[in-house]
């Protein structure tokens, strides 16, 4: 056996400091054991490798590689993976981790940069992650985020959480994980489709409210839906019949309904229910427009109405007088909202305009002209715009103070509807929008992006209502369809 070293031994047989050029190093065999002697050959080596230059240590080595066989260098590479992983882990145990010497607000403050996935995966790392991943301050900041993760309204919000609250206290972080589910499957489109089956024609109307869906029809009837029902006669509650002509608006709050007609009247009916007995029936008609009645939207005391025979009309809740008349448009007034508590209303036409209104003095505040191309087919609005859709196929947002278009959403650019857009509603964060291409989309309010598109209807979607949890929709196929993103 020969070792190459780069030094000459001394008298005591140990390599000596010198740096001359390497050379062969007897071993003797002194009469020990094999065992024995291969261990003080070894050490020899080792001390004759300690002293050496790197560059010379590298070179005896490769010497020694050269000699050994493909068996010993595959097992020399299972050593050297071996040892890289123990000192790896010898590294690892050596390193403390940061968070255990941070006070617990800096710890906090990075904690709430990251987003709900990557916190969530921060719960695995160790017990004093999950302990600081698990604070409530974090939890509670995301369902607090001004607008990722909010409901559709403050008053939805408190009923969210009160479905995790106990004994005064919250679980904030069960009450997001509900809310980051929902804002996941709206914006991918994650959901689940009930067809409600009943009118024999074509539904032009609905309205939802928590679990009971209305919805109106060219047959001349509104049908009232309870979807805690399961499919079958209990899920159709009742059948109202009252117009002679087809029903083309609703609006539903609490337990008062309205409905208008192309018979050119507005009923009023009363919705209140329980297990044992029902008061539902029509309470009051209201007679005034002398066209068919297009639109309407009630407030506490008041409800104003649109007509084809170009007027908004403000009626009395209680008397069902008409108590002022708001004219200026040229053509059928097709959709209008109403903010009773602003005394503002706003309204679009077939004139192609679009006009806000002081409804306590019936002055028209601001008009926009030839705000599309062709007839204004819905309107909503907000705090700080106003959002329209039209027979053109387009959806416009404008500012509500100036009139002034601030985004164009079109099938081009925007993968927009690509038939007229017959229905759109919104809240603080999306809108809902339906048109004759059969689809049903969600767009981000404040980026006109589209989230996704619904497609399951087989016929122009006439008219749209959602909440936090669900979609409903109304179509020409005589359908009702309930998109439910809670169950996915």
């Given at each position: 056996?020969?070792?190459m ?23 003797i ?8 002697g ?9 001390y004759g ?23 010993s260098?595959e ?30 607000p800096?710890i ?5 940069s ?136 609703l ?40 066209n068919?009645?297009?639109?309407l ?23 069902g007088?008409?108590v ?19 005394s503002?209303?706003?309204?679009g ?6 006009k ?6 019936t002055?028209n ?19 700080h ?23 164009t ?38 980026t006109a ?19 936090d949890e669900?979609?409903?929709s ?11 993103f809670?169950?996915?």
């Open positions: 056996v020969r070792v070293v780069a030094s000459e031994t001394d008298a005591s047989g140990l390599p000596s400091s010198s740096n001359s050029l390497p050379k062969a190093i007897p071993f065999n002194n009469g020990c054991s094999h065992k024995n291969l261990s003080e050959r070894a050490k020899l080596a080792r490798l300690k002293d050496l230059p790197e560059e010379d240590r590298l070179a005896v080595m490769e010497d020694l590689l050269r000699d050994c066989s493909f068996d260098l097992k020399i590479a299972c050593l050297i993976s071996k040892l890289r992983v123990a000192q790896s882990e010898i590294s690892f145990d050596r390193l403390s981790d940061p968070f255990s010497v941070l006070p617990h800096i906090l403050k990075i904690l709430s990251l987003d709900p996935v990557s916190l969530c995966s921060s719960l695995r790392v160790s017990r004093l992650w999950q302990e600081m991943s698990s604070d409530v301050s974090l939890w509670k900041s995301l369902c607090h985020r001004s607008r990722d993760y909010r409901m559709c309204s403050p008053a939805a919000e408190r009923m969210q959480l009160a479905k995790f609250t106990q004994n005064g206290t919250v679980r904030w972080k069960e009450a997001f994980g509900e809310r980051y589910r929902l804002w996941r499957n709206w914006h991918s489109g994650r959901c689940t489709i009930r067809t409600l089956y009943g009118h024999k024609e074509g539904v032009v109307c609905v309205q939802l409210d928590g679990d009971r869906v209305v919805s109106g029809s060219t047959d001349t009837t509104i049908r009232c839906w309870d979807l805690q029902q399961e499919d079958g006669a209990g899920l159709l509650g009742h059948t109202l019949h009252g117009h002679s002509e087809t029903v083309r608006c609006h539903l709050v609490n337990n008062r309904l309205a409905s208008g007609s192309n018979d050119f009247t507005i009923k009023i009916w009363n919705m209140e229910r329980s297990d044992r007995w029902s008061s539902i029936g029509c309470r009051r008609t209201m007679i005034g427009h002398t068919y009645v297009r639109c939207e009630m407030g506490d005391e008041l409800m104003i109405s649109g007509s084809y025979d170009s007027s908004l009309k403000l009626w009395s809740l209680e008397t007088d008409c002022r008349t708001l004219n200026g448009h040229t053509d059928p007034v097709l959709c209008e909202q109403y903010k009773e508590e602003e503002l209303c706003v309204s036409s077939s004139d192609k305009c679009i806000t209104w002081d409804t306590r003095t002055t505040v601001m008009s926009i002209h030839h705000a599309h191309d062709s007839a204004v087919t819905c309107i909503r609005m907000d705090d715009r106003i959002m329209s859709g039209s027979l053109d196929r387009l959806i416009k947002m404008w500012d509500i103070r100036t009139g002034k278009v601030l985004k959403i079109d099938w081009r650019m925007a993968e927009g509807h690509t038939g007229v857009v017959r229905c759109l509603q919104a809240d603080s964060w999306r809108i809902v929008s339906s048109a004759d291409d059969r689809t049903v989309k969600v767009w981000n309010v404040e992006g589209r989230l996704c598109t619904l497609r399951d209807h087989t016929d122009g979607v006439t008219c749209v209502q959602f909440n669900r979609i409903v109304g179509s020409y196929d005589k359908t009702v369809k309930v998109w439910d809670t169950l996915c």
